[in-house]
C-alpha cells in the first residue's frame, strides 16, 4: 500500500527532539528518545563487548552468518515498511537499518572483515555509528512485515531486536521501557503500571458491583484459586485504562463456567523485554510461569495484548520447559473455541454499525490469530468491513515495538508510525475499529485524535460484553472457580 | 590465441569449477551446522517446518510478487534468474562438453529457447543495472558489488550469443569465446565469496528465521557473568 509522505511541517513536529540541547550535548545522543543517562567515552568498546557476550551465549551468529552472505539490497522491503511510507527517507529502508548491525558484524566478527579493515584500516566502529544505530533501531516499530517480503528471507526484525538488544546492555534504551520493567522485576508492586494489590482488589470489586448492577447477576473476578483451568493474565494496564475489557471477559468466562483465576502475586502480561533485551525477557517470563505453578494452574491465558501473547507463547517452551511447558492461548482463541463448542451465545445484532479490525502484529503476522477474532465479530456484529491489506500482511497501528510507552514521541508516533494506519481506518469509514491489544488501543486512541478521524476505538471484548447471552442455568452456575 | 583457448577451457575451467564447489560446499555446511548447533541449543524445540516450508516454496518460485510490490522489478529479476540457471546449464553446447568429460550428458534446451532466454538475460540484466543506477533508494544501499554482478553475469550470455548466432570473423569469434570462458571462470571463483551464494543457501533462509526465534534458555546468568554485571539492577 502506497501512502503519501507526510508534510514538511509534520515532519518538523515528529522528528523534533525532546531533550533540551545541554542534554543531548552531554550524552551527545540525539535522538528523539528518552535513554539511560551514559558515559560516552568508551561507548564502541563496550558495544562490541556487549555484542561478543550476546554472540558467545546466545544463537544469533548462525543467523548474522546467513544474513550477512545473503543481502543482496533489492530494497524490496522499503514497499512494505510503513515507516519508510510515510517519510519516504532511504534510511528507513529496512535494509538499511539491517545493514548497520551486519556490517558491525562483518567488520569485528569475521575473519574476513577483520582482515581487510585492518589492512585498509577502515570499517571498525565509531560512536557516531552508535548514534545511528540508536535512532534507527528506536524508529521501527518491529511490525515485521518486512521480514515477510524479503525475497532472499533477511530477518530484519531480528537483526533490529538484536540490535536495541546490544544497545540496551551499555544503556542505550528508552527510559519508559526501563523503568516499567524495574518497577516490574524489582519494584514494590512487581508490574510496570505499579498497581499496588489493594488498589487493584478496589478496582475488581467495583467492576464486580457495576456487572451486577447491569446485568443482574453476580460475575467474579476469582483470585488465587488453585488448580484452575486457566490462569488470567492481561496487560496490567487493563486495569487502569481498559475495565471494559476485562468486564467482556468475566462476562464470557461467567457464560461459559470456565475455571479460572487472577493470580494477586502477580498479574502483570507486559513484556517490555521483547522489544530490548532478551535477559529481561527470560526474567519476565519466570516470573510469569512462578505464578502459574503457585496457583498450579493448567493453562495461561492472555488477555487481549499482542505483545504480551506472543511473548508467553513463544517463549513460555523457551525458557520453561520446551514442550513440557504450560500451555499459552490467547483470550480470542477461547471466545472463539467456546462460540464454535455452543457455550457461549452471543446477540447476533448486538452492533449493527459499520466495524472494522485491526490485526495487532505481535499476533496475527505469524497467522496465530487471525480467523478467530473475525469469527466472533461475524457472530455478532452485523456490518463488519475489513481494512486493506489485513491478517499476516496487515499495518502497524504504529506504536508497535514498545514505541507507545514513549509518551514523549507521540507526534512521532501518530505522524509518521501511524500515518498508513490512519489512512486504512479512515478509508473504511467505520463506527468502530476493534484493537484487541493494549498497545494498539493506546496508539490508536491517539491516532484517530490527532489525525481528526471520526472513529471509536475498542476492545473486542469490551463489544462482546454487550451481546453475551446468559442462560438460566449458566446464572445459576457458581462453580469452584467463579467463588472469588 | 588456441593455446590459451585451450588452457582457460581445460586447466583453468577444472580449477574454477572445482574452487566454486568446494566453496559453495563449504558454505553450505557451515549454515546447515550452525542451525543444527543453534537448534540444539534452543529451549524451545517446536519448529513449524510446515510453514517454513511453504515460504521456502513461495520466495523459490516467486510468481506471486509480481503481481503485490514492485511488478517491474520482480519481472527483471525472475527472468534474469531463469536465464541465469537454465542456461549455462540446459544449454546444448554445454551438454556436449560435459559428455565429452564426464561421459554422460543431460536434457539440453532447444536451440531457440536458448536464444531467447540468452537474449532475456540479457535484456534483464540490463534492466536490473539500469533500474539501480536509476532509483536513489537502490544507489543509497548499494554497494559496489550490487552494481558489478549483473554486469559481469551478462558478459558470458553477451559473448556467448555472439559466438553461436553472429557471422564474425574467426578472430572475433575466438575473442569473444575467450571472454566468455574468462567471465565464466570469473563468476565460478567469486560466487562462494560474495552475495550470489544465495544460489545455494536461500532455500535455508525461512528455516533459519524460524530457528533464530528459539534462544536458548538461561543465558540470563550467562552474559551477566560474562559482561560482569552480575547483581546489578535492571
Not at chain 1, 478521524?453 to 447471552?469: K, P, Q, S
Amino acid at each position: 500500500m502506497r501512502t503519501e509522505a507526510i508534510t514538511p511541517e509534520e515532519h518538523g513536529r515528529a522528528f523534533a527532539p525532546t531533550k533540551k540541547p545541554e542534554v543531548i550535548e552531554q550524552q551527545k545522543l540525539d535522538v528523539r528518545y528518552h535513554v539511560e543517562d551514559f558515559n560516552v567515552a568508551d561507548r564502541p568498546k563496550r558495544f562490541l563487548e556487549a555484542f561478543a557476550a550476546i554472540l558467545k551465549h546466545s544463537n544469533y551468529r548462525f543467523a548474522l552468518e546467513h544474513f550477512i552472505r545473503m543481502t543482496t539490497k533489492c530494497a524490496k522491503c522499503a514497499v512494505e515498511c510503513p515507516i519508510y511510507q510515510a517519510t519516504n527517507d532511504p534510511h528507513d529502508i529496512p535494509c538499511h537499518r539491517s545493514e548497520l548491525l551486519l556490517s558491525v558484524y562483518r567488520r569485528h566478527f569475521t575473519l574476513a572483515g577483520s582482515l581487510k579493515g585492518k589492512l585498509f584500516g577502515t570499517g571498525h566502529l565509531t560512536d557516531d555509528m552508535i548514534e545511528e544505530m540508536a535512532d534507527s533501531f528506536w524508529n521501527c516499530t518491529a511490525c515485521r512485515r518486512c521480514t515477510n517480503e524479503c525475497p532472499v528471507g533477511i530477518d530484519h526484525a531480528l537483526i533490529t531486536h538484536l540490535g536495541r538488544y546490544i544497545l540496551s546492555e551499555i544503556g542505550i534504551a528508552p527510559r519508559a521501557l526501563v523503568v516499567s520493567v524495574r518497577e516490574q522485576l524489582e519494584g514494590a508492586t512487581g508490574n510496570t503500571s505499579a498497581i499496588p494489590l489493594p488498589a487493584l482488589l478496589d478496582t475488581l470489586e467495583f467492576l464486580e458491583e457495576d456487572m451486577k448492577e447491569e446485568k443482574g447477576i453476580d460475575i467474579k473476578f476469582p483470585l488465587d484459586v488453585e488448580g484452575c483451568d486457566y490462569l488470567f493474565i492481561p496487560a496490567v494496564s487493563d486495569f487502569l485504562m481498559e475495565a471494559e475489557t476485562l468486564m467482556g471477559v468475566a462476562a464470557v468466562m461467567k457464560a461459559t463456567g470456565a475455571s479460572w483465576t487472577i493470580g494477586t502475586q502477580y498479574f502483570d502480561g507486559i513484556n517490555y523485554g521483547l522489544f530490548y533485551s532478551d535477559r529481561m525477557l527470560e526474567r519476565i517470563i519466570r516470573k510469569l510461569v512462578s505464578e502459574a505453578e503457585r496457583l498450579k494452574a493448567k493453562n495461561i491465558l492472555i488477555g487481549e495484548c499482542g505483545h504480551a501473547s506472543r511473548s508467553a507463547k513463544y517463549f513460555v517452551p523457551t525458557h520453561c520447559g520446551g514442550k513440557d511447558a504450560i500451555p499459552v492461548i490467547n483470550i480470542m482463541e477461547y471466545t472463539r473455541d467456546m462460540l464454535r463448542n455452543g457455550k457461549l451465545k452471543l446477540n447476533p445484532n448486538t452492533i449493527t454499525e459499520t466495524v472494522t479490525y485491526h490485526d495487532p502484529c505481535n499476533i496475527a503476522r505469524q497467522g496465530w490469530v487471525v480467523d478467530q477474532p473475525r469469527e466472533i465479530i461475524r457472530a455478532f456484529c452485523t456490518n463488519f468491513v475489513e481494512m486493506t491489506p489485513n491478517r499476516e500482511n496487515n499495518i502497524c497501528c504504529g506504536g508497535g515495538g514498545g514505541t507507545v510507552s514513549i509518551d514523549e514521541i507521540r507526534p512521532y508516533r501518530t505522524s509518521v508510525g501511524g500515518k498508513a494506519k490512519a489512512d486504512q481506518i479512515r478509508a473504511t469509514g467505520a463506527k468502530y475499529v476493534i484493537a484487541p491489544c493494549a498497545n494498539c488501543k493506546k496508539q490508536i486512541r491517539e491516532l484517530l485524535e490527532d489525525q481528526k478521524i471520526d472513529c471509536e476505538l475498542i476492545g473486542l471484548h469490551d463489544l462482546i460484553y454487550n451481546a453475551v447471552i446468559f442462560d438460566e442455568s449458566t446464572k445459576s452456575i457458581d462453580t469452584k472457580s467463579q467463588k472469588g | 590465441m588456441q593455446g590459451l583457448l585451450d588452457f582457460s577451457a581445460g586447466p583453468l575451467f577444472r580449477l574454477t569449477f572445482f574452487i566454486m564447489v568446494l566453496g559453495l560446499a563449504r558454505i553450505l555446511i557451515l549454515d546447515i551446522w550452525g542451525a543444527v548447533d543453534a537448534y540444539r541449543k534452543a529451549g524451545d524445540k517446536t519448529i513449524d517446518w510446515g510453514t517454513a516450508t511453504r515460504k521456502t516454496i513461495k520466495w523459490l518460485i516467486p510468481i506471486k510478487s509480481v503481481f503485490t510490490h514492485k511488478p517491474f522489478y520482480s519481472i527483471f529479476s525472475i527472468s534474469f534468474h531463469v536465464g541465469l540457471i537454465l542456461v549455462p546449464i540446459f544449454l546444448l553446447a554445454h551438454v556436449r562438453l560435459w559428455e565429452t568429460a564426464i561421459g554422460f550428458g543431460w536434457l539440453s534446451l532447444p536451440k531457440t529457447w536458448a536464444d531467447i532466454l540468452t537474449l532475456v538475460a540479457i535484456i534483464a540484466g540490463a534492466g536490473i543495472i539500469i533500474g539501480r543506477i536509476a532509483s536513489s533508494n537502490l544507489r543509497f544501499l548499494s554497494r559496489k558489488q550490487d552494481y558489478l554482478w549483473p554486469l559481469l553475469l551478462i558478459i558470458p550470455f553477451v559473448t556467448g550469443y555472439i559466438c553461436s548466432n553472429m557471422a564474425v570473423s574467426p578472430a572475433t569469434y575466438q575473442l569473444s569465446k575467450l571472454i566468455h570462458i574468462l567471465s565464466g571462470e570469473l563468476i565460478f571463483v567469486l560466487i562462494p565469496f560474495t552475495k550470489i551464494t544465495h544460489c545455494v543457501i536461500m532455500p535455508l533462509s525461512q528455516f533459519i528465521m524460524m530457528i533464530a526465534w528459539k534462544f536458548p534458555a538461561h543465558v540470563d546468568d550467562d552474559i551477566c557473568t560474562t559482561l560482569n554485571k552480575k547483581g546489578e539492577p535492571v
